[in-house]
């Protein structure tokens, strides 16, 4: 290119960027890697969906920067006896069509969501829920089919619909054209690539940050990146840990949160030649944990002991981990006498491979023969969810329930009759059944410790390290991740 | 020629229809899409019961049935993700498909037949050699590999043009020339192929010997002649770019059917799939048809018997 | 038939250079895919974590990485040539099984007419119309990925493109008078479609099968990039890509490397393709 065309170029490049500045001071825009699958939020729950929809609608409990439950729309709840609870809602709340919040909503969104007639995917996070009634236009009664630790922890996800216009406008209407009482109202939902949400000026916690904010769905990793790089986006998600270190410039930062959820290998302890404990134990001693996470995660991530991460309730330090032994794990294989034995790796897409295959190569160095079966999600899930003896052997996951919560890992995991769980061991099912009856929290941390010390016996898993949510930012964006991964839009603002 | 009509409509039918036969019975064999919709700590009796009101229980042969009795009254059923009508979402999404298939057209027949004629007037000349070398090079370069080339180069390394999605008509350039490269070289080539043909016919020796010259009668007889063939060629060419689009989508973010139909295949949304799929094959055996008949048309003596 | 045989042997001694170094390139990369152990400085899956998206001529503990390293330290060089086996190998198990598939079908339909024509040819307007990328990504997910689920799924799905031809050329030859000689003299119509047809329709398909190929490189390596291609840790040219797309900034070799083999790979294919046509095809012959 000549040198005068090449001013011209970095003159008009100069004058549009600066313009785009201009813009962004009224738009937040946000690349998310999906666009939202539903906007009623009783229907999926998946990231993409929430973290768009949790900004439209309000919750009925929230959790502050630290991770304890505080209100939101519940301003106070008091326990009546184990399976009652009773919730103050507040007053000053109006929904974005004007009409106001009252105890009916509330009561109305917890009853819909149970409705099997709605055949919500998550009926099963609140399925211990039996009724909810309204007792005055500010209290609500919420009745569970037995004593039921993490009732508050579920709630927290629980968004409040306003049962008019539900009633009016009927489901079908209601995903396309929601309305909540969160601070922004949908605005213009082009399905499949962007969702654009408007300030809701009255909103009860004050007036919203930004204009308008536009999430975008960009599938591929390395368009998030370049488009946060142009200006085209003022916050990306799901940045991998090796694309980091390309992330920050004179305009764009990295914004790291150690969150709650873990990297975590399953081993199938009712099949195969991991059905010997010798050979768990082998592979746990097989991993460099620390060799992983400096060297794929570069240093964001950090190795766990159990099957838990530090943000959760019952997470421990007292439970001894398995340090890095190829040596021992080569002995272990051998006392197993399954030297050479093939152990299915199963994978997805979705996972990241790069991980996956250096765990491959750590298990072969101790004398096992790892062979890897990447399908696509959805047989994936078949398989490692269907008989043990065709689950594989092993298979690396990231679990997190946004609950913060032992009962929210483990017990999924590793209970018996568990989908997940091709582990039983009687010991370990009774103390987390007791640990998820009761609400002595000083009682429930005991329970997860003696279970965490089961399963470090037992190896059906193994915690590998505790993954850091990695975003890029334009400079200028105030804004704290949080554990659970939540992207809430009024935590963020423009610094001046 | 009614009769040749009606014969090949009821053909094309037949093909519509199994297709989505076929697409059914694969899509149904891959599994349902229930395990992907429950939240991770579902339990077994959740997840049968999840599939039991979303009807995935029923043997496949009832599932079938109730799904063609569905589009007998025009109804191609809900996505089971969305929860919207599947028409819908494919309706919302197919405008940006047409969009990108017409600038790859744009692409392939502004380079394409140009490039075809000049080889074909041209022969045996330098610039006849590096056209041809073009034209193969167009068609040696996977899909996927000019797509990254082009972000690299002119979106992040230069940053003239998004990387990305569908917000502005720049957004366009890069995904149509990706797109189209591969069917340039199919237009350069038949257009080269449907001239050399006409030019080796008598009134064109015979408007030579009368003293037109070469490029004259190229402009005046031979190109509307040569035209027909490359009209069919053009017609086929849309399914190819449909099908292209599937790749190229992905890459660029667009929000086309392809994306819609991997990332449907991906979550089993089964009757998302299905539609797009009826969809592509519908345009497909439209336009061979329609390509049958023009032949028909302008040359009475094919008569196709298949 | 003797005579045009004669012709093409006149022809062949005027190849033009193109042809021959393209041939030589295509003749050297099956070389390299055959004796990939001998070829190969390291093994193709050997890891070594410290050495991770290292450039060309980078050297570590005394192993020079010729063309770099992959996001694992391991050497791209190797992966590359081992690749090359995939490739080669998924395209040509792939075109013999759509071509046997294909052929037979085009063969019977062409010869027995009637029911078996109607059958087979709806089946091919039904296997043509649905896109080939569309139908391999819903294949796979029933079948599951791998090296020979990834050939069976590609036959499986391009076999109507020989049925076309072979059918259409089978009606052909099935009247001319040496056919139906041995028709008379009680010859079975696998024997004759066998011993008479197939030598007679063997020009066209041999050009369908050489464009073809270069289309399955293609097809392998588009669905290798979308994630459904070769088991890791083996890998091909596509997924190789498909990994090194996110290291573009990174890391331009991993992407470079394979995609440069790649594009001289189906270059020379298509070139020959075109040259092998020409000869062939009367029609489309021009020079």
Known sequence: MKPGLAFIASLALALMASTA?????????????????????HLQWNTDSYTVYRNIFDNLLTRDSGGKIVPQIATEWTYENDTTITFKIRADVTFQDGSKLTAEDVAFSINRIIDPALKSPQLSQFDQIATAEVVDPTTVKVTTKSPYPALLAQLVKLSIVPKAYVEKVGDQDFNLHPVGSGPYKMADWKKGIQTELEAYDNYWRGEPPFEKVVFRAVPD???????????????????????????????????????????????????????????????????????????????????????GAEPIFGYTEAVEGYPYDPQKAAELVKAAGAEGATVEFLTSPSYPRALVEAIQQMVNEVGLN??????????????????????????????????????????????????????????????????????????????????????????????????????????????????????????????? | MLNYTVQRLIQ?????????????????????????LVPQDASAEMIAELRHQLGFDRPIWVQYIDY???????????????????????????????????????????????????????????????????????????TFLSAILLIFIFGVTLRWLPTSGASELRAMIMPSIALGALSMSTFARMSRIAIIDELGKDYVRAGLARGLSLGQTVFRHVLRNASIPVITIAALEIGNLLAGAVIIETVFAWPGIGQLAIQSIQSRDFLVVQVIVLLISFVYVLTSVLADLVYVVVDPRIRLVR | MTAS??????????????????????AAIVLLAVFAPLVAPADPNNQTLLARLKAPGFTYRGVTYWVGTDDLGRDLLSRTVYGARVSLGVAALSVIVSTMVGVSLGMLAGWFRGWTETIIMRLVDIMMS????????????VLGPGFLKLVLVLGLTRWPRYTRVAYAQTLQVSNLPFIKASELAGAG???????????????????????????????????????????????????????????????????????????????????????????????????
């Not at chain 1, 813009?23 to 939020?41: C, G, M």
């Open chain 1, 21 to 41: 500045i201009a813009q962004t001071k009224e738009t937040l825009t946000i690349d998310l890697p999906n666009d939202v699958a539903t906007l009623d939020p």
């Open chain 1, 221 to 307: 990793v390395s368009t998030r990146i370049a488009d946060l790089k142009t200006g085209k986006a003022d916050l990306i998600r799901d940045v991998p840990p090796d694309q980091a270190s390309t992330i920050e410039s004179d305009s764009t930062k990295l914004l790291t949160g150690e969150t709650e959820r873990v990297g975590y290998l399953y081993l199938n302890a009712e099949a195969g030649p991991t059905k010997d404990v010798r050979v768990r134990q082998a592979i746990a001693y097989a991993i460099d944990k620390q060799g992983l996470v400096d060297a794929l995660l570069e240093g964001y991530g950090k190795p766990i002991n159990v099957v």
């Open chain 1, 370 to 496: 790892v062979t890897i079966s990447s399908s696509d999600q959805a047989t994936f899930l078949k398989r490692r969810q269907g008989d043990a003896e065709n689950a594989g052997g092993m298979a690396f996951g990231a679990w997190s329930c946004a609950c913060q919560d032992a009962d929210g890992i483990i017990f999924p995991l590793f209970r018996s009759g568990s989908i997940w769980a091709k582990y039983k061991n009687e010991k370990y099912d009774a103390l987390v059944d007791q640990a998820r009856a009761i609400l002595d929290e000083g009682k429930r941390k005991e329970l997860y410790t003696q279970a965490y010390e089961v399963l470090r016996e037992d190896v059906p898993g193994l915690g590998l390290y505790q993954v850091y949510a990695l975003y890029g930012a334009a400079k200028n964006l105030q804004w704290t991740p949080s554990a659970n991964e939540a992207m809430f839009v009024m935590d963020m603002s423009w610094q001046h």
């Open chain 3, 5 to 26: 045989a004669h012709a093409i042997r006149q022809r062949l001694r005027r190849v033009p250079p193109s042809v021959i170094v393209v041939s030589v390139l295509l």
């Open chain 3, 189 to 287: 119509a696998v024997r004759i479609l066998f011993h008479h047809v197939l030598p007679n329709i063997a020009g066209p398909i041999l050009i369908v099968a050489t464009a073809e190929f270069g289309l399955m490189i293609l097809m392998e390596s588009g669905l290798s990039f979308l994630g459904l291609g070769i088991q890791p840790p083996s890998a091909s040219w596509g997924s190789i890509m498909s990994v090194g797309r996110q290291y573009l900034e990174r890391a331009w070799w991993i992407v470079a490397v394979p995609g440069v083999c790649l594009f001289l790979l189906v270059f020379s294919v298509n070139v020959l393709g075109d040259w092998l046509r020409d000869q062939l095809d009367p029609r489309s012959r021009s020079r």
């Open chain 2, 12 to 36: 094309a039918l037949v093909a519509i229809f199994g297709v989505l036969t076929i697409v059914f019975v694969i899509m149904h064999l891959s599994g349902d899409p229930t395990l992907l």
């Open chain 3, 130 to 141: 649905i896109p080939a990328i569309l139908l391999a990504v819903l294949t796979v997910a």
């Open chain 2, 68 to 142: 063609l009795h569905g589009l007998t009254q025009l109804d191609f059923g809900m996505s089971v993700v969305q929860r919207v009508p599947a028409l819908d979402i494919v309706a919302s999404r197919l405008p940006y498909t047409i969009q990108l298939a017409a600038g790859a057209l744009m692409v392939a027949i502004g380079i394409g037949i140009p490039s075809g004629i000049i080889m074909a007037t041209m022969r045996g000349s330098a610039i006849e050699r590096i056209l041809a070398a073009i034209v193969v090079t167009g068609q040696s370069v996977p």
